[in-house]
């Protein structure tokens, strides 16, 4: 998804309007561009079974590092041209068994170059392996690897007491496995310093005596198989040996550089119920005759004080796209989603099982869609998408309210022009990319990125997996879904990689085992654990911002931030700087979680200075929900709060001990901060309230 050539020289005329615009926060010197996207290559001709590395392992440690793969089959000829003007490295994701390339070489040799961007291997070398009769050339891949301070042959022995192996990093080279097992010697040797190896191996008939298949210098870095991850017997089944969020930001240089983190929002990871349409006609056993959709609103949407995005089904609702009258379900319907705190959001029209399986005379029933067919409608994707859309706006919608998401179906895998309706239509878009990590999926490269982008389209990823993914739902183990507490805790902790989406379906209403996974979800991760409550689309447009804009430059004390639009969160790893809010701009606010500097936007656009003093200035800490008209200025910090939750609000940047003014939709008083120079607003009811706190 890159802009023409056309388009790269007007953003940058646009940063550089940036940089004079806020140049008095700035020190004398250039504003560098960071460049966040990596052209990642790798060959779709590869085993249909094989993982794809990367968008399946290597896309959600890149975007964490707050980068964006272009990734580009090699079987489709050269990546385009354009890319090379906006590519922050080239990563090859290959496998031995990848088959000779005809363009690569050439390609290779004068784009893959250290002295004009960085360079990671990851797997094998592949097609970069040139040793064919079409090809008689042996010592390609030595002369290349020379630029990077590596020496190379095809020399190869294995076996226990054949070869010794060392891991010089043992905690990121023995990430969720250990690779001793493995006995291999084979790939480059270091013949340059400023190199650093992470494993070593040394193999008694090799006059070179020891070898490094995981290295990482200055141009980038070189992971090889089998230290990669460790696969089992079918291809879901695998875990990291190499620890690749280490690996990559010490290969790729992005060590200090922010990351947008569209999964936290005011110094809280996001927290949201969304709802698909499947069961709202269900017959639920918890109450007698009553539809599971009813129970649901009546059960949890009515009973927490939470915002919601719940979806229908059209054809759940009628048995005729334009019945002249509403039924009985469209009515149950209208009063669900007119609530206040329901964010309206479309499950399509016949409930698409297959977006990219076009519907045929023949086709076998529910292999394209669940419903069969629905009077006056015609299905397409694009109808599915647009139609829904149009009849809930239409037929469903109360005093201007309208549908804000599109929460994609079955396969949840849609072509770029149906994403591209979706917005045309005027909604977001959620779903796909489901993911466990329990016991049974145990280890973060299931996990899935942030979305998929499709030419000029995002397709933004649900947080994690539904009900219908936990075996035994549907009969024997109707409270399995309460499983997945586990991975929405281990998607938080240490490293924040996803929200704690409440993924759910109104049949989890049919019963009261299932029901009662829900309620436990809700409790646990709304109310017991420090998340922020929002709309599934806070975090929808968050991605899309994340991957669509989001400018960074590097200034000598800091950074410019350009673009983030509703992405109001970055982070910085191991930043032992703080925030001087006396010098940025645009800021509301930062908090520390961990080793990790979690900085709140109060515009798209801000300018970012670090010292190394802590500075006294009112700012946020943290808050649970979305703070509008915010900001900070000299001795204030001031915002409107609104949620249908109950809110809290922790300031900091005060003296310890000191009485402030506090302004609560325009009346006054005096309260006096914490011994931590803290002071804590609650509102325990929803609503909104303007707020401003300012010192003496």
């Not at 017959?283 to 009515?302: G, L, P």
């Not at 947080?463 to 183990?477: S, V």
């Not at 003093?613 to 709060?641: C, M, W, Y």
Request: glycine share 8%; charged share 25%.
């Amino acid at each position: 998804m890159g802009p023409t050539k056309t388009r790269g020289i007007r953003g940058t005329a646009v940063l550089l309007g940036t940089v004079l615009l806020f140049a008095p926060a700035l020190r004398a010197g250039d504003a560098q561009p960071v460049r966040r996207h990596v052209i990642a290559l790798y060959d779709g001709a590869r085993n249909p079974y094989v993982v794809d590395p990367v968008h399946d392992l290597l896309e959600t440690p890149l975007n964490h590092l707050g980068l964006i793969p272009l990734r580009h089959d090699i079987r489709k000829g050269p990546p385009p041209a354009e890319w090379l003007e906006k590519a922050h490295a080239i990563l090859f994701a290959f496998v031995a068994t990848d088959q000779e390339c005809p363009w690569l070489w050439p390609w290779v040799e004068k784009h893959a170059d250290p002295s004009k961007r960085r360079v990671v291997l990851f797997g094998g070398f592949g097609p970069l392996i040139v040793d064919s009769k079409e090809s008689p050339d042996p010592d390609r891949l030595g002369r290349w690897l020379s630029r990077f301070g590596l020496g190379y042959d095809h020399y190869y022995a294995s076996g226990i007491g054949v070869v010794e192996v060392d891991l010089l990093e043992e905690d990121s080279t023995s990430y969720e496995a250990t690779p001793l097992g493995h006995s291999i010697h084979r790939g480059p040797w270091i013949e340059d310093k400023s190199n650093k190896a992470w494993i070593s191996t040394r193999g008694q008939h090799d006059a070179q005596k020891e070898r490094h298949p995981i290295v990482v210098g200055p141009w980038g870095g070189l992971v090889l198989d089998p230290w990669t991850l460790e696969r089992g017997r079918v291809h879901d089944d695998r875990r990291w040996f190499v620890d690749p969020f280490r690996f990559l930001r010490d290969a790729l240089g992005m060590k200090g550089v922010p990351a947008p983190h569209p999964s936290v929002l005011n110094g809280r990871r996001m927290f949201f119920v969304q709802v698909d349409g499947d069961g709202f006609e269900d017959i639920s056993t918890i109450h007698t005759r009553q539809y599971s959709a009813k129970v649901m609103h009546e059960d949890v949407f009515q009973k927490y004080a939470l915002p919601f995005t719940v979806s229908v089904i059209i054809r759940s609702l009628t048995l005729d796209y334009e019945a002249p009258e509403p039924t009985d379900r469209m009515k149950l319907a209208r009063r669900i989603l007119n609530q206040p705190n329901i964010e309206v959001a479309s499950h399509g029209v016949l409930h698409t099982l297959r977006w990219r399986r076009p519907l045929k005379v023949d086709s076998a029933p529910r292999t394209i869609m669940w419903y069969a067919k629905l009077q006056n409608y015609a299905y397409s994707p694009l109808a599915e998408v647009s139609e829904s859309i149009r009849f809930i706006n239409e037929r469903l919608m109360e005093n201007g309210k309208r549908c804000e998401v599109m929460l994609w179906t079955g396969m949840a895998d849609p072509l770029a022009n149906v994403v591209r309706q979706s917005r045309a239509s005027g909604c977001w878009n959620l779903n796909g990319g489901v993911f466990r990590w329990d016991p049974l999926h145990d280890s973060v490269a299931f996990v899935s990125p942030w979305g998929r982008i499709q030419e000029d389209t995002v397709q933004v990823y649900a947080g994690g997996a539904n009900e219908n993914d936990f075996e035994g739902f549907y009969d024997t183990m109707p409270g399995a879904f309460k499983a997945m507490d586990l991975t929405i805790e281990r998607t938080g902790k240490g490293r924040i990689l996803k929200p704690a989406d409440v993924y759910i379906h109104f049949y989890s209403a049919d019963n009261r085992p299932r029901l009662r996974s829900v309620h436990y979800l809700i409790q646990r991760w709304a109310f017991r654990e420090p998340t922020a409550p929002v709309f599934a689309s806070t975090y929808a447009r968050a991605v899309h911002s994340a991957l669509t804009g989001a400018h960074i430059l590097r200034t000598d004390n800091g950074w410019i931030l350009r673009d983030f639009g509703d992405c109001k969160t970055i982070r910085i790893d191991e930043e032992p700087r703080n925030v001087d809010f006396l010098r940025s701009k645009g800021l509301l606010g930062a908090r520390r979680i961990g080793d990790s500097l979690y900085i709140h936007l109060a515009r798209p656009d801000a300018v970012l200075v670090l010292a190394d003093s802590p500075q006294l200035h009112p700012h946020v800490i943290e808050a649970n929900h979305t703070l509008e008209d915010a900001g900070v200025e000299h001795k204030r910090v001031f915002f409107r709060s609104r949620a249908h939750s109950r809110r809290e609000i922790l300031l900091g940047g005060f003296p310890k001990d000191t009485e402030v003014q506090q302004t609560l939709d325009g009346k006054s008083a005096t309260v006096r901060t914490d011994a931590d120079g803290r002071l804590r607003i609650v509102f325990e009811k929803p609503g909104e309230t303007v707020v401003e706190v300012s010192l003496p």
